[in-house]
């Protein structure tokens, strides 16, 4: 089984809010992130959080993290079109890094 | 990705027969990686690099070989051995910092 898990599927409607969630197991783990895939190509890094933090925000984006829960979100405002895409989340465990399954974010007129 | 070339974006294997993936930065990050996607499923890692002339295997080794002559290319071989090669395979690399990069991708097909 994978160690970070994530909802699969999310639809919302154009210009509300979108909230990613997502668990993760190892409470040693410095940085998690979150990255973002359009169809068919790689991985682009979207934000990531340090361990001693709580809340990150970076204009449209604010991450959310509860070390006590190992609960990591991620909140898009104002969602557009272009946002449409699958979302992973993922942590740091020593070299490498484990990702959950990917939440495919469908935006809807 | 930026920096991270994969090439070819598509590459078609017939039975019995081994492929290479390229993978080259110009990033100076001395760590490189390579990971499998599957449908549905995270991804999944196959060989890293944290210096030239070193690598170790990943959680899903077999079946793939890799070297590390150069410290701008990490080339991945997908060997006869690998008996499910059909996936998207990514390349990505480390800095300093704890951050990794993707780069755009090569999809495997079996003909």
């Known amino acids: 089984g994978e160690d970070v898990e994530q909802s699969l599927f999310l639809s919302v409607r154009e210009g509300d809010s979108s909230v990613i969630n997502c668990t993760y197991t190892d409470s040693s783990s410095t940085y998690l992130y979150w990255y973002k895939q359009e169809p068919g190509a790689g991985l682009q890094l979207l934000t990531y959080i340090f361990s001693n933090m709580d809340m990150k925000q970076d204009q449209r984006l604010t991450v959310l993290l509860n070390k006590k829960d190992k609960h990591l979100s991620l909140r898009i405002a104002d969602t557009q079109t272009g946002d449409s895409a699958i979302y992973f989340c993922?942590?740091?465990?020593?070299?490498?890094?484990?990702f959950g399954a990917g939440t495919t974010v469908t935006v809807r007129a | 990705d930026g920096g991270i070339t994969q090439s070819p974006k598509y590459l078609f294997r017939k039975e019995g027969q081994n492929v290479t993936l390229s993978c080259e930065q110009n990033?100076?990050?001395?760590?490189m990686y390579w990971y499998r996607q599957d449908p549905g499923q995270g991804l999944r890692l196959i060989y890293y690099s944290q210096i030239v002339n070193d690598f170790q295997k990943g959680d899903i080794a077999e079946g793939y070989s890799v070297s590390r002559e150069k410290k701008e290319s990490f080339p991945l071989t997908v060997t006869s051995a690998q008996k499910n090669p059909t996936a998207f395979y990514l390349c990505a690399t480390k800095g300093q910092g704890e951050t990794q990069y993707f780069g755009p991708g090569t999809r495997l097909l079996v003909l």
């Open positions: 990033l100076n990050h001395d760590a």
């Open positions: 993922a942590e740091i465990d020593d070299y490498k890094l484990s």
